[in-house]
């Protein structure tokens, strides 16, 4: 299994001449896959998923040629989600994209790569798995953090990733937020500023998730971070349980990272019918048991149910039932000049 | 042919400094490397600039000026542009001191501290961040001594200025390094022969043989300080109106998939480091021909 690099510069290739010497030059420096005589894949995804699908590939590799005595390569390439996004506008030629947030695989869709119905072709959404944001806090919870609500107290340091770069930083944003709205009652005032004296309890917006977990364990900053729960409890596992404790908030979002064949490029390779393969194993027993042992919500009930992870009292809320559909949240909260821009920069 | 013009140059007079050669060359080829340079900026640099400028163009004028002046916008060109010119002035200062000790004096291990000094070069941005940042915080090796003082460094816009000199300083001493050990001591030896005290004959006869070296190093320093990201952004809080670096504006825009808007920004950015290097060549010249008078 080779790891291809995300080209770093891609930018999208719509207008000029430039672009699109830029997106050739680029292409030439990719490693030629279509060239071997095996079939081989490329699963674009965001940055956290290393793990995961270091696990999974194999696995899948062995059941397909099991079923069809035909060998498979699977390649991977990782970054930020919404960068890994644009790097596929830009021509990367991903057969499928396994993201974190449903707005990056919409916003590919638009570009007319993937048939807008991508969503409607595997089950649960075309989400293999859920997570959610909880909170890590130092041993003994020196500040007594039980819930949201403690995380707004002045003097109470909150560690959390840039919303506007990070999917793992929306996503905390989204749960405080709706956390606040049930609150009150359905308030979207009140919301706006429970958020804004969050924000406001922020010392360090780092540009990513693993950042975020860095500046709260290694520089000491922070009385809580929230962040992923399977990344709190790696966080557990490689740092000892004697130094950080999790503690659950009575409610949270569900995150549901999706994914989804690239119909422009599985049609032109000729790899549809192994593009969607990969992505039907995810859902399989096998498949979601691997993703249970990475500290995910599988769908699977039996691999929930055997997983290490023991999710706490936390109800989860999805974000098109309590806040909005994602395409009209990302537009009100986070565009320049939305919800977020305002409150952070008056916090 | 070519025999004949290697005898003319060999019994040409010695040139001037500053008047343009007349004479037939050794190696001749000025229309193709011309023609090589041509072609290898504009598909090197001039091309993507362009690329640049033409996804701005999408944007209507009153889009592209609100992008460009919005708050943050703003705040972020007065960081970096202000953190990287004086980051460059304080690698200026120390990178001569660092040249002229490595230049005019042995000691033991002075090939192994120059060594290091490229080592900022080799080093990858975000590895630099962390070790920075991890010094620097509260709990680091430097920071536990600076927070009682009520100095905080890591993730502040001080953190960034750290950064900046970090990644900047081997350009002011590999550009004054050669310049120095051309420089023989004789002039200075002749300066204080002529009774000259120390300070004059560092101010008036060293550093006007240095100032135009320690202005292309300067100028790169610089240059390199503006584009930084890599490093920066770990040390930095990027805390919004506080301590967002102009690059990670432009990442904030390519994270909405607003190219447009990042390549606005992206623009900006390049247009005053353009005017601000340009001025420096500007500069540079002018004292390298006051230099000769």
Not at chain 1, 210 to 217: C, P
Not at chain 2, 92 to 118: E, I
Request: hydrophobic share 50%; proline share 6%; charged share 15%.
């Amino acid at each position: 299994m080779r790891i291809v690099q995300p080209p770093a510069h891609i930018r999208t290739s719509s207008v000029g001449l430039g672009w699109a010497l830029v997106t050739a030059f680029i292409a030439a420096m990719m490693p030629v896959t279509s060239a071997r005589a095996e079939t081989a894949l490329l699963n674009v995804s965001y940055d956290v998923t290393r793990e995961l699908y270091k696990d999974i590939n194999p696995a899948f590799i062995n059941a397909w040629k099991a079923s069809t005595g035909a060998t498979i390569t699977l390649n991977q390439s990782h970054g930020g989600s919404s960068k890994q996004a644009l790097a596929v506008m830009s021509g990367l030629e991903a057969d499928v994209v396994t993201m974190n947030q449903q707005t990056d695989i919409d916003a590919i869709a638009e570009r007319g790569l993937i048939k807008p119905d991508w969503a409607s072709r595997l089950p649960n959404a075309a989400t293999p798995y859920t997570t959610t944001m909880i909170f890590l806090v130092r041993k003994g919870n020196p500040k007594g953090i039980a819930d949201w609500g403690d995380l707004v107290k002045p003097g109470t340091s909150v560690v959390i990733p840039n919303p506007k770069v990070t999917g793992n930083g929306r996503f905390s944003y989204l749960a405080a937020w709706g956390y606040a709205l049930q609150s009150s009652g359905g308030k979207p005032e009140a919301a706006k500023e429970f958020v804004q004296k969050l924000l406001a309890n922020v010392p360090v917006f780092d540009g990513g998730g693993r950042g975020a977990t860095t500046t709260f364990t290694q520089r000491d900053i922070g009385d809580v971070l929230v962040t992923f729960e399977n990344e709190v409890n790696l966080i557990q596992k490689e740092l000892g349980a004697d130094k950080f404790e999790i503690v659950y908030p009575s409610i949270s979002i569900e995150a549901a990272p999706p994914v989804a064949v690239v119909d422009a490029v599985v049609d032109k390779k000729g790899t549809r019918k192994q593009a969607e393969a990969y992505l039907a194993f995810l859902f399989t027993p096998e498949a979601q048991a691997i993703i249970a042992k990475h500290y995910y919500r599988p769908r699977d009930a039996a691999a929930l149910a055997a997983a290490p992870l023991k999710p706490g009292r936390t109800k989860l809320f999805q974000v098109e039932k309590l806040i909005g559909e994602w395409k009209k949240v990302q537009a009100e909260h986070f565009a320049d000049g939305g919800i977020y821009d305002q409150i952070v920069i008056k916090r | 042919m070519v025999s004949s013009s290697a005898t003319e140059t060999l019994e040409a007079p010695p040139q001037l400094p500053g008047r343009p050669p007349r004479h037939r060359r050794v190696i001749p080829g000025f229309g193709l490397t011309l023609g090589i340079t041509v072609t290898y900026l504009s598909l090197i640099v001039l091309l993507p600039l362009a690329a640049v400028f033409l996804q701005t163009a999408t944007l209507t004028f009153a889009q592209f000026w609100a992008t460009i002046t919005s708050a943050d916008a703003v705040a972020s060109y007065r960081l970096s542009f202000g953190a990287s010119l004086l980051a460059a002035a304080i690698n200026t200062v120390f990178g001569l001191m660092l040249a002229w000790c490595l230049v005019r004096y042995t000691f033991p291990g002075r090939r192994l501290v120059d060594a290091l000094v490229d080592l900022p070069f080799a080093l990858p941005t975000a590895v630099a961040g962390i070790a920075l940042t991890a010094l620097y915080a509260k709990n680091g090796w430097i920071g536990q001594y600076l927070e009682p003082l009520g100095i905080k460094v890591a993730f502040t816009p001080l953190g960034i200025l750290v950064a900046l000199i970090f990644i900047g300083l081997p350009f002011v001493v590999r550009t004054v390094q050669p310049v120095l050990e051309d420089l023989d001591t004789e002039y200075e030896e002749a300066a204080a022969s002529l009774g000259a005290t120390r300070w004059q004959a560092f101010t008036r006869v060293v550093l006007p043989a240095l100032t135009p070296a320690l202005m292309t190093g300067f100028a790169l320093a610089f240059a390199r300080a503006v584009g930084e990201y890599g490093s920066v952004i770990f040390i930095a809080g990027n805390i919004p109106l506080v301590s967002e670096i102009t690059p990670l504006i432009i990442i904030k825009k390519l994270e909405q998939f607003d190219i447009a808007g990042a390549t606005a920004i992206a623009s900006v950015m390049l247009v005053v480091s353009f005017i601000l290097l340009f001025v420096i060549n500007v500069l540079q010249a002018w004292t390298q021909a006051r230099g000769r008078r």
